[in-house]
């Protein structure tokens, strides 16, 4: 869960901040451009110079800014119920200043491109670094609902086919529709002799919904409009996009007999 958590924290596009310690600054809704984790477990996050958050966060004194972000994952095929979940991640929010801020730029660069980060507009640089210090981190989503320790987030490591899997998922469904759609034949249990036919041939859509090193996710259509999901996993855990090249055609080749 942690593994999630952290891989929604680093690449997930829909976030937005809720700042009710800012009186004076708005409602405090923004959305960073880019975050990542720091070894100690603090969420560094790229956020407009002018925006709410970096002027209330410019201000802040050590814990006297509450903070909560939070993380809508949102698929990225079109298909009826198409949000997988949600993470919370509730600390305090302080800018990052001086020698820290050198360290912190570099550890977002490390996980995306931030070269705004050198931009300017006039004297004042275009963006700013600021920390969330997480206290409490909890999440519900597909995969399950849970709670995890800023500790555990400093530990693991985001799943690496993350960076990939929107793109990837678009072209499964756009370019393999079919051989997706083939693996209702390893449905299992569900599927298994008569009955499973009958749900093979009551199915009318299948849609990818998730892609992680662990296996792909799929969305079934049946013809009374009921959806269920169907997880399929890989032998072993991939490490990279050309083991998962090999783990997909292993797949479809099992579902093809």
Known sequence: ???????????NASVSLTLPGARDHGPGFWEPAARTVTPEGDVVLLVPWD??????????????????????????????????????????????????????????????????????????????????EVGEISVDDLWGTGCVEPEELARTEPDPIARHEAELLQHLHSAHGDQVRGLCTLLGDRAAGAAGAEVRAAVRDVVPVALDRFGLRVRLTEADRRTFDARFDFPEPVRDTGELRHAMHTLFAAAMG
């Open 51 to 132: 925006s709410p958050t970096a002027r209330a966060a410019a201000y802040a004194q050590d814990d006297d800014l509450t903070c909560v972000m939070e993380i809508t994952d949102v698929a990225p095929v079109a298909m009826r119920q198409r949000i997988r979940g949600r993470a919370w991640l509730a600390g305090w929010l302080t800018a990052v200043r001086n020698e820290d801020r050198d360290r912190c730029v570099e550890l977002l660069a490390e996980r995306h491109p931030v070269q705004a980060v050198l931009e300017s507009d006039g004297d004042r640089p275009a963006w700013m670094p600021v920390r969330l």
């Open 1 to 11: 869960m942690a593994e999630r958590v952290r891989t929604l924290v680093e690449y």
